[in-house]
């Protein structure tokens, strides 16, 4: 291999003029954290709702639950960011379409609706299985003690439901931030597009992806550490 | 009329004569299964369930149940397992549906569809085969949410109430700890406590003691008769037969979604009418 190390490259100026590769690389890590923190938001929320619908009485609201996973879990995820980029603005009405596509900063926005709306059907999955490996008597308790079907899911289900799906919540908060790499290909500047730009300005492909790759596993790293100390934090006493 | 010290309610004692419509005054011939919830003047029944019938699918769970349980009164249901006796208890304060007839709860008909249901359940206190303490809450929330959510009192009412129950049924010391660090008898007896927060009206009973360790069952039949002596309404599905006897003022039998026998307690164990009940009984009673 014909390869010259060069790892102070990353303390040369960038030639977008604007501090050095360093600096090109962390602006890109603020976009992906911003990005993921972003979708997580819609993602929890959303799919804490749609997971909850799939474990109403009400066959309709079940109906609904189950159409948007399916939906949302059987399309890639590219193809979904493309549909939202390139797809949607024209197929609205005409005014909402520019207003989207004149937006200062369109590929951010557009790319938190799409992560957030893809992973909110993996998180409603989650929640499912978390309600529903309850046992069946603690939905009963709760409704016999004159809880409404909210009431019961607010003090009853939901809270333990969320302490058994922390781990795999975890994984998925990993992966939405992991997806964000996606939205490259609708031009946000997030880790690895920028890395892909050193790359092309400068040729050390081995240095820029090295150092993206270190990011990414570091913001990895912090975000375990966090869910473990959460898990700590809600930790039943007397479970296991 | 006493101030009793679980219910925090005064209680007339049990009204034996007007619940025990007792079946060897009536006229009706030994055999004749009699149905003692028509022999009451409607309007005095607590739970007053009218000709139920409930399907799963083609499968007849419940079939055309009648009878009646009196301000006061302590009922125990028993029959073999399938018999229908918990989905009967449960179709008391409707968490489970029914099909066909009707059911009223101090006045109010379940089957209704203007009745407010969690308002109905509120006034009905249940107590489960698994406990279903709430895991992730304190003894002590355990005992208050409802109280706070659903009847909305304050903190501090709520509070005194629930720990007040839990001295009552034996456990101050164990107001800070979570379900999972209690025994299945203690969780039990918190388990009514919790119910009994709630100032039911009634309290159903879906086989309280069985999925308990032996050694545990006395200390919540101890708090049960506690309950039953202070003229709680109650309706007990359960195979504690000695229960029963000690404090059931009548005994309901129950074998493939039917209500075949409804005596009173003495006639039931000295005399019971159905073959049914009485292999039933000397299958239990044996051991």
Known sequence: MNYTWNWGIFL????????????????????????????????????????????????????????????????????????????????????????????????????????????????????????????????????????????????????????????????????????????????????????????????????????????????????????????????????? | MTDSPITGSTATPAPAAAAQAAPSDSGLQPGTLIEPARQRAPGTAMIAIDAISKWYGDFRVLHECTTAVAKGEVVVVCGPSGSGKSTLIKCVNALEPFQKGQITVDGTKIADKATNLPKLRSRVGMVFQHFELFPHLSITDNLTIAQRKVLGRPKEEAHKRGLDLLARVGLSAHAKKFPGQLSGGQQQRVAIARALAMNPVVMLFDEPTSALDPEMVGEVLDVMVELAREGMTMMVVTHEMGFARKVADRVIFMDQGEIVEDAGKDDFFGKPRSERAQTFLSKILQH
Not at chain 1, 16 to 40: K, P, Q, R, V
Not at chain 1, 95 to 114: D, E, H, M, R
Not at chain 1, 217 to 222: G, T
């Open chain 1, 12 to 240: 040369e100026p960038s030639p977008e003029g604007t501090g050095t590769y360093a600096d090109m690389l962390l602006s890109g890590l603020s976009w992906t954290i911003a990005t993921a923190l972003s979708s997580w938001v819609i993602a929890f929320c959303l799919g804490s709702l749609i997971g909850v619908l799939r474990t109403l009485p009400s066959k309709a609201a079940r109906a609904v639950g189950t159409a948007y996973v399916e939906l949302f879990r059987n399309v890639p995820l590219l193809v979904q960011m493309f549909l939202w980029y390139f797809v949607l603005p024209e197929v609205l009405p005409g005014s909402l379409g520019s207003w989207i596509k004149q937006l200062p900063n369109a590929p951010f926005y557009t790319a938190v609706a799409c992560l957030g709306f893809f992973t909110a059907s993996r998180v409603a999955e989650q929640v499912r299985a978390g309600i529903e490996s309850l046992p069946r008597g603690q939905r009963m308790a709760g409704t016999a003690m004159g809880f409404t079907v909210a009431q019961t899911y607010r003090y009853v289900l939901l809270p333990n439901a969320y302490r058994i799906i922390l781990p795999p919540l975890t994984s998925e908060f990993l992966n939405n931030l992991k997806n964000t790499s996606v939205a490259l290909t609708i031009g946000l500047l997030e880790l690895t597009g920028r890395a892909r730009s050193m790359q092309e300005f400068s040729f050390q492909v081995f240095e820029a992806f090295t150092a993206a790759t270190i990011l990414y596993v570091l913001v990895n790293l912090v975000v375990i550490a966090a869910a473990t100390l959460i898990e700590r934090r809600v930790a039943v006493p007397g479970q296991r």
